[in-house]
């Protein structure tokens, strides 16, 4: 039986892009190599599943008749950003001898925490928090406040797809790296075009005073000198950050029918 497409494949066949996929070879490669009107975008595709040991306590938990319940921190994840580690080196290699105009990395979640994975994705990006303050009720978006894989492999791809899959249902944002040479010609793609409701582009959202960008040489490591950069370049008051998580709990029924 042929092996089925895979996600990132089958989403841009249905906006009218051609896809190959990339001979392997003794380097590290990329995977595919899509074109839509006339703009070739390389692609690393990456698969994250859910962690056996997580499913095995899910199990176990319903098979008693429990209550299974979980709490993600929707902040950096460490075995991400190995993921995003590999994939700019598989990007950087396939670049040097295809042909291309764009370079990005395509995630997608899968399992029953795909959707936490897909903000940990995102959150590994950009090293992102919330930001609010102390006398005013609502949050902000920072984008950078922590160090962030975006910045750190600025020079191998341009940005990045999040997605995350549902039964047969796939959410996707595409995810532009500020911090690359060609953000710009990405976010005026034909593939961001696609993205009506899912482009997160960290500059636009400052512009229109949605979010803040922490764009300054402070070490990451020193969360409160990053938190008075914030407060003199956006003239906020008694500034904090905090951490986003997700919470769920699942329940086995009878099926009756």
Partial sequence: MPEAPSIATQVLEAWGAKVESIPTSS???SDLLAQ???VRLLIEEKT????????EARNVALSSGSVHGSTQPLRQSNR????VRKASKQLSSTGADVAHDLKVLWFTGVGFDA???????????YGSTRIFELNKPH???CYFFRNSDFFRYREHFDGAVAAYLNANTVTVKLCLNPYS???ETLRDSPYAKNFKLG???PVAEESRGEAYIADTDIPRTDEHAILRFLEKKYGLERAQNVDMNMASAVVRVPNDG
């Fill in 115 to 125: 959707e936490a994975k897909h903000f940990q994705f995102m959150s590994t990006l």
């Fill in 80 to 83: 991400i950003s190995g993921i």
């Fill in 181 to 183: 040479a060609s953000w």
């Fill in 139 to 141: 949050m902000r978006q």
């Fill in 36 to 38: 839509l009107d006339g």
């Fill in 48 to 55: 994250k599943f859910e962690d056996p040991e997580r499913l």
């Fill in 199 to 201: 482009l997160i582009d």
């Fill in 27 to 29: 380097k590290e490669e």
